[in-house]
C-alpha cells in the first residue's frame, strides 16, 4: 500500500469529477433535438441535445438526480419518471424540450394514479399513441394512453395486467400494435412477447416464446405501415435476434451461428432495410450491420472499447456510447458502411489522470465452471493488497471500461479484480441461469476460486483481500463474508440486499417482480431458498469488519432489512459500520461519489492497519 492520499489535489479525485454522457437519444422525426444523460451539472440530469451545434441544456434539477427518461418522436416532448429523493416511486411526466428549466411545473401524464413504480415508457412514431407501465402492490399494469394531434393526452386505457413480471409496452409506428413482455408463461426469468391489435385491444392477437429461453424485444421498425418487431432470444444457448410480425405472427431468426458469444440487437435503419447488431464475445465488443434484404452481415471497422448502446442517426451515420479504460463514456460518430470513426459528437469533459489497463483471465471454479475476470496491478512487484470487486445485476457483466473507484484503489497500491460471476450475461444461457433459485451459492465459490487464483499467481496478499460491490454485488459482499469469513480481510458494500424476506416486504413491486422470478417464487413459496441466499442467516461465521454505504431512500434494497442486518451483528459483538445517504439507489452526484470512495478509503487503511 501507499501512503493514503484524501487530499483536495488527488489524482483519483480528477478521475471522478470528468464528465460523462451516460445515454443519448435522437428524435426519430426530427433528428437536430437529442436527449442525453449526463453529470455535466455535477449530478445526472437530463439535457436537451441540440444536435446541430452540440449545445446541452439541463432539463431537470432533481436532488438525487434523473438517470432515464424518453424523447417523443418529434422531438417536441421529453418523458421521465419523477419521484421522491430518488425512491423511484412517483408519476411519469412531460416537459417541452424547449422549456427553460425553472419556468412551469412538469405536466404529470397520469394525475388521477396512486404513486407507482416504472422504467417503461415509449411512443408510436406517428406521435398518436403512447404506452407505458406501472407497478404497485396489485402486480404490472400495462397501459395505452391516445395524444392528439395538438399534443394533448387522452385517458390512459388498461391493456393488460399481471402478477408476474411484465414490461412494454412497445407501439409499432403507426399505433396499430403493441407488444408487451411477461414471464407469466415460463419458470424464472424467462419471457414471452404478446402483440396486441390496439382496434381490438381485449385479446392476445399473437405469442411469441420459446421453451426454457427468454426473447427480449427491442423496438418496433421505422417505417409507417410496417409492423414488423426487433427482437432477441437465447434459444440457442447465447443471444441472437429475431424479426417478428405482430400483424401476422410470422418469425425470421438470423441465420448467424458462425459467430461465436452473444449478438445483441440494437436497433433499424431509417429505411428498416438493415440492423445494427452488437457482438460480445470474450469481453471483446464487434459491431455489425445486417441487411435484411441481402440476408448479408457486415463487420465495422471501428475503435475498440467498451460499447454502451448505439443507434442510426440517419442512413450513413451511427452514433455510439463508448469508453475504455483511459476515457470515459462520450458519442462518437461512425460511418453506418464501413465503421471508420467520423467524430467526438459529445465528448466527455475534462482531461483525468492516465489509467492502468485491465487484463482478462479465466480460471476453474466449482463444477468445473469457467470463470472469467478482469485484473489491473499497481507498479511493482506482487504480491499486494488486493480489491475484490462484483458488479450488480446480477444480470449484468464487467467489461473493461472507464472505471475511477478501481483506478483510486491501484493508485493507492492496491491490485483491482473484477469477476464475472455466474449469473452474468454475454457467457451462455446455461452460466447465466445458473443461480436461479439458488442465489448467493455459486457466485460465492467463483469469488473464492478468484482469491485463489490471485493468491496463486501472486497478485493477492492473502490477508489483505478486501471485498466491495453494488447493489447485487453489494449483495455477494455480504453474503461472502458470511458464507467463507476465512478467506477476506474486510468488506465494503454499497447499496446492498442482508436479508431477502425484509427486502421483499419493503421494496417496489418492480423488484419484487423481479425477486420472484430470480427465486422461482415469494418468500412465503420459498422460505428455505430465501433463508439460504440471505446474508444476514451466516452473521454468527462473520470474522471480518463491514463498512455499508446505503441509501435512505432506496426502495430496490430498502433501509430496514440493513437496520435490522446491523442490529444482529452489533448484538453478536460483530464490527459493522453503515454510511447513511439521502438518496435512491446509487449515488449519481460526483461530489457524493467521491465522499464515499473516500470513506472506503479510510476504512480500507484502518482495517489493514
Not at 418523458?79 to 421522491?84: I, L
Not at 425470421?252 to 445494427?276: H, Q, R, V, Y
Not at 492516465?354 to 465452471?369: E, L, M, N
Amino acid at each position: 500500500m501507499k501512503p493514503l492520499d484524501i487530499s483536495p489535489g488527488a489524482p483519483w479525485r480528477d478521475r471522478f469529477n470528468v464528465s460523462v454522457v451516460a445515454f443519448t437519444q435522437v428524435a426519430k422525426l426530427n433528428t437536430q433535438r437529442g436527449l442525453a444523460v449526463t453529470n455535466r451539472t455535477g449530478i445526472y440530469q437530463l439535457h436537451r441535445w441540440d444536435t446541430t451545434t452540440g449545445d446541452l441544456t439541463p432539463l431537470t434539477d432533481a436532488p438525487a438526480g434523473v438517470v432515464f427518461g424518453g424523447l417523443s418522436p418529434d422531438g417536441k416532448w421529453v418523458y421521465y419518471h419523477k419521484d421522491q429523493q430518488g425512491n423511484e416511486i412517483g408519476h411519469f411526466v412531460r416537459v417541452p424540450w424547449d422549456s427553460t428549466l425553472g419556468i412551469g411545473e412538469p405536466q404529470d401524464i397520469t394525475p388521477d394514479m396512486p404513486p407507482y413504480a416504472s422504467y417503461s415508457i415509449s411512443q408510436s412514431l406517428n406521435g398518436r399513441i403512447i404506452g407505458f407501465s406501472t407497478a404497485n402492490a396489485e402486480g404490472f399494469q400495462m397501459y395505452t394512453m391516445p395524444v392528439g394531434t395538438d399534443g394533448a393526452l387522452g385517458s390512459p386505457a388498461l391493456l393488460y395486467k399481471s402478477a408476474r413480471y411484465t414490461a412494454g409496452p412497445m407501439v409499432s409506428y403507426d399505433g396499430d400494435f403493441a407488444v408487451i413482455a411477461t414471464t407469466e408463461r415460463g419458470t424464472g426469468f424467462l419471457f414471452a412477447l404478446y402483440a396486441f391489435d390496439l382496434a381490438q385491444p381485449a385479446d392476445i392477437r399473437h405469442v411469441l416464446q420459446d421453451a426454457e429461453a427468454t426473447i427480449q424485444p427491442v423496438g418496433f421498425s421505422l417505417v409507417s405501415g410496417d409492423a414488423r418487431l426487433l427482437a432477441t432470444t437465447n434459444v440457442s444457448g447465447y443471444t441472437r435476434p429475431l424479426v417478428w410480425d405482430a400483424r401476422t405472427g410470422s418469425r425470421t431468426d438470423l441465420p448467424l451461428e458462425d459467430i461465436d458469444g452473444d449478438i445483441f440487437a440494437w436497433g433499424w435503419s431509417p429505411d428498416a432495410t438493415k440492423l445494427l447488431l452488437c457482438n460480445l464475445a470474450g469481453a471483446h465488443y464487434q459491431l455489425y450491420v445486417y441487411d435484411l434484404d441481402r440476408s448479408t452481415l457486415t463487420k465495422l471497422n471501428h475503435p475498440s472499447g467498451t460499447f454502451n448502446s448505439g443507434y442510426y442517426f440517419d442512413a450513413d451515420t451511427i452514433y455510439v456510447n463508448m469508453q475504455d479504460s483511459q476515457h470515459p463514456t462520450q458519442v462518437v460518430a461512425l460511418d453506418a458502411n464501413t465503421g471508420a470513426q467520423r467524430s467526438v459528437v459529445l465528448a466527455s469533459g475534462g482531461n483525468p489522470p492516465p489509467s492502468r489497463k485491465a487484463r482478462s483471465v479465466t480460471f476453474v471454479s466449482s463444477g468445473g465452471a469457467q470463470i472469467q475476470a478482469w485484473v489491473a496491478t499497481p507498479d511493482g512487484d506482487g504480491p499486494w493488497p488486493m480489491i475484490l470487486d462484483t458488479h450488480g445485476g446480477p444480470t449484468s457483466v464487467e467489461t473493461e471500461g472507464y472505471a475511477p473507484d478501481a483506478q483510486a484503489w491501484l493508485d493507492h497500491g492496491f491490485a483491482f479484480m473484477s469477476v464475472n460471476y455466474r449469473g452474468s450475461v454475454t457467457f451462455g444461457r446455461d452460466f447465466e441461469q445458473a443461480i436461479w433459485g439458488n442465489l448467493g451459492d455459486l457466485e460465492v465459490d467463483d469469488m473464492a476460486a478468484a482469491y485463489q487464483w490471485a493468491v496463486d499467481n501472486k497478485i493477492a496478499q492473502p490477508d489483505a483481500v478486501l471485498l466491495t460491490g453494488g447493489s447485487y454485488g453489494g449483495y455477494l459482499t455480504l453474503q461472502a463474508i458470511g458464507r467463507r469469513p476465512e478467506l477476506w480481510a474486510g468488506g465494503m458494500a454499497q447499496v446492498a440486499i442482508a436479508d431477502w424476506v425484509l427486502m421483499y416486504e419493503d421494496q417496489a413491486e418492480t423488484l419484487r417482480g423481479y425477486q420472484r422470478s430470480l427465486f422461482g417464487g415469494t418468500p412465503e413459496e420459498k422460505p428455505e431458498a430465501h433463508a439460504k441466499s440471505s446474508p444476514i442467516t451466516y452473521a454468527e461465521q462473520i470474522r471480518a469488519p463491514i463498512l455499508v454505504i446505503q441509501g435512505s431512500n432506496d426502495t430496490r434494497c430498502p433501509a430496514r432489512q440493513m437496520r435490522v442486518y446491523e442490529e444482529k451483528l452489533k448484538s453478536l459483538g460483530k464490527e459493522i459500520h453503515i454510511h447513511w445517504f439521502d438518496a435512491g439507489h446509487g449515488s449519481r452526484a460526483k461530489d457524493q461519489q467521491i465522499q464515499h470512495m473516500e470513506l472506503m478509503l479510510n476504512w480500507a487503511y484502518r482495517v489493514l492497519g
